[in-house]
Nanobody
């Protein structure tokens, strides 16, 4: 079991930047998976970015490619989501989630993740 706590959300104007953090209660470990997901009001939760710990292979949703970067600091048990050039449609509640491995590669499928944080709100305004 691992507990995940997100932080770093807030309100920002379109075009701005935010960095989200996800602190795990213990070291995630090599070949385990961590992902960032978001849920906008009235919409289903969707995968945003995923990282395979160890080789640090990443995967992004098409909607955020080139604007978001997922990374991890193993010494701090922390996974980051750097978000640039934010758009109105990036608004939502952002969650991090973990999937125990060993896993072959990054994955954005919600049902594959076993442990979830409570989320941090990101609001992008014009």
């Amino acid at each position: 079991q691992v507990q995940l706590v997100e932080s770093g959300g807030g309100s920002v104007q379109a075009g701005g930047s935010l960095t989200l953090s996800c602190v795990a209660s213990k070291n995630i470990g090599t070949r385990n998976l961590v992902g960032w997901f978001r849920q906008a009001p009235g919409k289903e939760r969707e995968g945003v970015a995923s990282i395979l710990i160890g080789p640090d292979v990443t995967k992004y949703a098409d909607s955020v490619k080139g604007r978001f970067t997922i990374s991890q600091d193993n010494a701090k048990n922390t996974i980051y989501l750097q978000m640039y050039r934010l758009k109105l449609e990036d608004t939502g509640l952002y969650f991090c989630a973990a999937r125990p491995g060993p896993v072959a590669g990054p994955d954005l499928a919600l049902t594959h993740y076993a442990f979830w944080g409570q989320g941090t709100q990101v609001t992008v305004s014009s």
